[in-house]
């Protein structure tokens, strides 16, 4: 089992930055891959960036690619995704996720607003 805890969601306005963390316990050494998803209303939920365990190479959306930036630091558990030149499209809740050879594991969410 792996339990996932999100932070550093809020209101921020367009062109302003905002960091997310996610902290990772339980079973950590199974985790392949951890991403952060992002589900606005009425939309389906959808990839924003991903990071493997191995290597650490990195996967992003297209239409965050320049913009956002996924990391991780072992030593703490966490992978973080730093959110610059925030537009109102980016307005979601966004969730950490933990994927590993046999399941899916996912974090409550933490709400981002973008908006003067």
């Known amino acids: 089992q792996v339990q996932l805890v999100e932070s550093g969601g809020g209101l921020v306005q367009p062109g302003g930055s905002l960091r997310l963390s996610c902290a990772a316990s339980?079973?950590?050494?199974?985790?392949?891959?951890m991403s952060w998803y992002r589900q606005a209303p009425g939309k389906q939920r959808e990839l924003v960036a991903a990071?493997?365990?191995?290597?650490?190479?990195?996967n992003y959306a297209d239409s965050v690619k320049g913009r956002f930036t996924i990391s991780r630091d072992n030593a703490k558990r966490s992978v973080y995704l730093q959110m610059n030149s925030l537009k109102s499209e980016d307005t979601a809740v966004y969730y950490c996720?933990?994927?590993?050879?046999?399941?899916?594991?996912w974090g409550q969410g933490t709400q981002v607003t973008v908006s003067s």
């Open positions: 990071i493997a365990s191995s290597g650490g190479s990195t």
């Open positions: 996720n933990a994927a590993t050879a046999y399941n899916v594991y």
């Open positions: 339980g079973s950590i050494l199974s985790i392949a891959v």
